[in-house]
């Protein structure tokens, strides 16, 4: 018989706005401190200690414009976070600091999270939607040089380009660039060549959110119908369908798989967040707390697997985290 689904380990409230990001910076050994960054919809980034359970920094670096991606850079006090004030603004968090030490103008009117790839001791690789609506800008931090705009076919009707994730197939190779599009396809791209190399329509709505296992070659994507899409890889490098997963309720607006491969979830606009086995896709758990739509799920990364956590951000202004790995 199936447990029942767990009740929150605890919830964070004081936001004040609905949450649209989360990442966990909990890697470090001790006496570091777990962090969690949230970004909400009033332009604020929060940075909690997961041992009070309260905020430990607000930062205000995009004009109260909604903050819909954040991000650590190889440490906790390197933060990048992107805004609807078309700005991704790079942050200096050492020794107490909370200043913006430089920013990329994306010019994107979207909703399209950037990617960041580490290339280098010190240097990235980013890719953004860039102001041609249907085009991906790489550039590289913290030069900010331009790497390669990546463009559609003539003809090839993508639209805006709506989640990212760049990934270097092995050590040494050449990063691609896996796009999910307004048409509702997933387009793999070679970076340095600038070329597409397949592509898959995966759903007939956008792709709202994806994720790839790099190890399986293997990838999830969600859209606003009721249908998981769960794609591979092959060695030509050509996207195929391998299987798709019908949702009780339409509308998913992040899918996120847990670092160690075995677990996924996914945040639903029916206010659930639903946890699948990644091998088989087998359902888990529904995890039933929220009382508006989950816009966001994160894993965290500790280094003891007992401490690991699932955080949820949802338009209710709440931020639910569950440990879920005894279920699992």
């Known amino acids: ?45 929060h940075v909690w200690n997961l041992k009070t359970h309260r905020v430990d920094t607000t930062l205000d670096g995009h004009g109260r414009k909604s903050v819909y991606c954040v991000e650590t850079m190889g440490a906790k006090d390197r933060l990048l976070s992107q805004g609807r004030d078309q700005r991704i603004c790079l942050w200096d968090l050492a020794e107490g600091r909370t200043s913006v030490t430089d920013s990329v103008f994306t010019e994107h009117v979207g909703f399209c999270r ?27 931090l913290p030069s900010k040089t331009s790497v390669c705009t990546l463009k559609p076919e003539v003809g090839a009707k993508l639209g805006m380009p709506m989640c990212l994730k760049l990934w270097q197939p092995s050590c040494g190779s050449q990063p ?46 969600g859209s606003s119908e009721k249908v998981l899409s769960i794609w591979s890889l092959n060695e030509q490098q050509n996207l195929q369908v391998y299987k798709t997963h019908e949702l009780v309720n339409a509308g998913i607006s992040d899918i996120t798989i847990r670092p160690d491969k075995k677990i996924l ?11 699948f086995g990644w091998k088989k896709l087998k359902p888990l758990a529904v995890l039933d707390y929220h009382t508006a739509s989950v816009h966001c799920v994160s894993f965290s990364d500790h280094s003891d697997p007992r401490d690991r956590l699932l955080a949820a951000g949802s338009k209710d202004q709440r931020i639910s985290v569950w440990s879920i790995y005894a279920q699992t």
């Open 1 to 45: 018989m199936a447990l029942p689904p767990p009740d929150p380990q605890f919830v964070l409230r004081g936001t004040s706005a609905a949450v649209h990001t989360l990442h966990f910076s909990c890697g470090g050994p001790e006496p570091d401190i777990p962090l969690l960054f949230s970004g909400s919809e009033n332009g604020f980034i």
């Open 176 to 221: 691609v660039l896996l796009a999910g599009y307004e048409d509702g396809s997933v387009v793999l791209w070679n970076v340095s060549m600038g070329k597409a190399l397949s592509q898959l329509i995966c759903h007939q709505e956008p792709v709202m959110s994806f994720d790839f296992d790099s190890e399986k070659a293997k990838g999830i994507s």
């Open 114 to 140: 950037c990617s960041l790839l580490k290339v280098a001791q010190g240097r990235w690789l980013m890719a953004m939607a860039a102001r041609s609506l249907e085009e991906v800008q790489i550039l590289e």
């Open 265 to 275: 979830a996914t945040a639903g606009w029916d206010h659930r967040i639903r946890i």
